[in-house]
């Protein structure tokens, strides 16, 4: 008779932990420096611009005989020696096939604009134009790795985020040893500035009653109990909240199933001030409650309505 306590029911299945890898890339200016420092804060050994050629000695050299490999997260942009976007895919498929790796592609985006101007503060000249305007590189280099955006498991647009806020969304996704299931992150917006592109459900409050037109409350956000007390005194209200819930609840569970890592829910108002932010804190409660883990980010609001400021990106984008 075989023994019953070597049955599978019987002693916990060991399964084959899988090293967590990140190829960091995407335009020049979108942050990809900032991204590195920030995963290297989440315990990742982070390595900028190493031919690709040498990423196998990298691998061995950062892995422990006997123990669980860190964390590997690697930049590469139009600068590294070899780079070729096809390459790169041809590359990353090969990863994505190894049983012993979770290999992912992080693509960093942003706005033309928003790149001329953190080149101009940061007085350096564009690596593919360095002898021409700016908006010259920007436009190459969009040409030869805007491919890549097809490949990534994570897109990630920085035009509006402050670096504290993108380190949080890298956070939520790229996190070593948290809870099951998908990490949330709930952030509010403005209509005025865009959707964000990172979201996978966007909710818009602006039919609810607006704080903006009464005096006393224009001054504050919609963490402050006067706005949150104002915006639910609207019949519709507490309805839309219960809805709300209804719909995302049984969402969840699906998302997990999926294997999803990672869900961006955004909550938009027309100034990103009061409706959005008093709905969004709503929600990231009520998903705390259910034993989510949770982000909150107010993307063009930071607390008691200060403008973010785009400036401290500075040199290391």
């Given at each position: 008779?075989?023994?019953?306590?070597?049955?599978?029911?019987?002693?916990?299945?060991?399964?084959?932990?899988?090293?967590?890898?990140?190829?960091?890339?995407?335009?020049?200016?979108?942050?990809?420096?900032?991204?590195?420092?920030?995963?290297?804060?989440?315990?990742?050994?982070?390595?900028?611009?190493?031919?690709?050629?040498?990423?196998?000695?990298?691998?061995?050299?950062?892995?422990?005989?006997?123990?669980?490999?860190?964390?590997?997260?690697?930049?590469?942009?139009?600068?590294?020696?070899?780079?070729?976007?096809?390459?790169?895919?041809?590359?990353?498929?090969?990863?994505?096939?190894?049983?012993?790796?979770?290999?992912?592609?992080?693509?960093?985006?942003?706005?033309?604009?928003?790149?001329?101007?953190?080149?101009?503060?940061?007085?350096?000249?564009?690596?593919?134009?360095?002898?021409?305007?700016?908006?010259?590189?920007?436009?190459?280099?969009?040409?030869?790795?805007?491919?890549?955006?097809?490949?990534?498991?994570?897109?990630?647009?920085?035009?509006?985020?402050?670096?504290?806020?993108?380190?949080?969304?890298?956070?939520?996704?790229?996190?070593?040893?948290?809870?099951?299931?998908?990490?949330?992150?709930?952030?509010?917006?403005?209509?005025?500035?865009?959707?964000?592109?990172?979201?996978?459900?966007?909710?818009?409050?602006?039919?609810?009653?607006?704080?903006?037109?009464?005096?006393?409350?224009?001054?504050?956000?919609?963490?402050?109990?006067?706005?949150?007390?104002?915006?639910?005194?609207?019949?519709?209200?507490?309805?839309?909240?219960?809805?709300?819930?209804?719909?995302?609840?049984?969402?969840?569970?699906?998302?997990?199933?999926?294997?999803?890592?990672?869900?961006?829910?955004?909550?938009?108002?027309?100034?990103?001030?009061?409706?959005s932010i008093a709905v969004a804190e709503r929600l990231?409660?009520?998903?705390?409650?259910?034993?989510?883990?949770?982000?909150?980010?107010?993307?063009?609001?930071?607390?008691?309505?200060?403008?973010?400021?785009?400036?401290?990106?500075?040199?290391?984008?």
């Open positions: 008779m075989p023994d019953s306590s070597s049955s599978p029911a019987s002693i916990p299945q060991r399964t084959h932990a899988r090293r967590p890898f990140v190829l960091v890339t995407g335009l020049s200016g979108a942050g990809r420096g900032t991204a590195l420092h920030a995963l290297e804060d989440l315990g990742y050994v982070a390595v900028d611009n190493v031919p690709l050629p040498l990423l196998g000695d990298l691998m061995r050299s950062t892995a422990s005989p006997g123990e669980l490999a860190a964390p590997l997260a690697f930049g590469v942009d139009t600068r590294t020696f070899g780079f070729s976007a096809p390459a790169l895919v041809r590359h990353l498929q090969q990863l994505r096939q190894r049983d012993d790796l979770d290999a992912r592609l992080l693509y960093l985006d942003c706005d033309t604009e928003t790149l001329q101007r953190r080149y101009t503060e940061s007085r350096r000249p564009h690596p593919l134009a360095p002898d021409r305007p700016v908006v010259d590189g920007i436009v190459e280099e969009r040409k030869q790795i805007g491919g890549l955006r097809d490949s990534a498991d994570v897109v990630v647009d920085t035009s509006a985020l402050s670096p504290h806020q993108f380190k949080q969304i890298l956070a939520g996704h790229f996190a070593v040893g948290g809870q099951r299931g998908a990490r949330i992150a709930v952030m509010s917006f403005s209509y005025r500035r865009g959707l964000p592109r990172e979201a996978d459900l966007v909710f818009d409050v602006r039919f609810l009653k607006n704080p903006h037109y009464v005096a006393e409350l224009k001054p504050f956000t919609g963490q402050d109990k006067p706005v949150v007390d104002y915006i639910a005194t609207d019949p519709d209200y507490e309805p839309f909240i219960a809805r709300l819930e209804g719909l995302i609840g049984p969402l969840l569970p699906r998302f997990d199933a999926e294997g999803k890592s990672y869900l961006t829910i955004a909550v938009g108002c027309t100034g990103g001030r009061h409706r990231a409660e009520w998903l705390r409650g259910a034993g989510r883990s949770v982000t909150l980010v107010h993307r063009d609001t930071e607390v008691r309505g200060e403008p973010v400021s785009q400036s401290v990106w500075g040199r290391g984008v």
